[in-house]
């Protein structure tokens, strides 16, 4: 059975990413997302979750701090997971994970967010050069990254 690895950061990223839970029992699955009082409940509900550290670039410091141990943690949990693929929703939590995924020679699926339909986001501009499938929820969207695929929304 393929292994797939989801990850996103948590809030709407995640949200949009729950939306693949179909996926979920088609596949050897594993979820992961950062760690913050909305996501605990993950663990109740899906199995092999694990939980990145929660930082946001607006508060810097500390987040120079994390971003490092995320990508070890990151590391770690694909080594643990060996994943066939990983599928994300962005956003820099995801990064890493994304690239290490790459090197890996392993497939990377990256859906930028539906909440930009104008703007690519700091983690699609990146992750675009390695995604092996880029994929947009906007046909506008096409514009910014003309090799992306446009499927609609995952809503």
Not at 61 to 71: E, G
Request: with cysteine; glycine share 6%; charged share 20%.
């Amino acid at each position: 059975m393929k292994k797939l690895m989801f990850i996103s950061s948590g809030g709407g990223h995640l949200e949009e990413l729950l939306q693949l839970k179909s996926l979920f029992d088609k596949y050897d699955y594993s979820l992961i997302t950062e760690k913050t009082d909305t996501t605990k409940y993950l663990k109740k509900e899906y199995r092999n979750v694990n939980y990145l550290l929660y930082g946001t670039k607006d508060h810097l410091v500390p987040y120079l701090f994390i971003f490092p141990m995320n990508i070890i943690i990151s590391l770690v949990l694909f080594i643990k997971y060996r994943p066939d693929a990983v599928i994300s929703t962005g956003t820099h939590t995801a990064v890493p994970m994304c690239l290490i995924a790459h090197f890996l020679g392993k497939k990377v699926v990256f859906i930028e967010t539906l909440a930009n339909a104008t703007s690519p986001t700091k983690a699609g501009k990146i992750v675009h050069k390695y995604a092996d499938k880029f994929v947009v929820q906007w046909e506008s969207m096409l514009d910014v990254y003309p090799d992306a695929e446009y499927w609609g929304t995952i809503y």
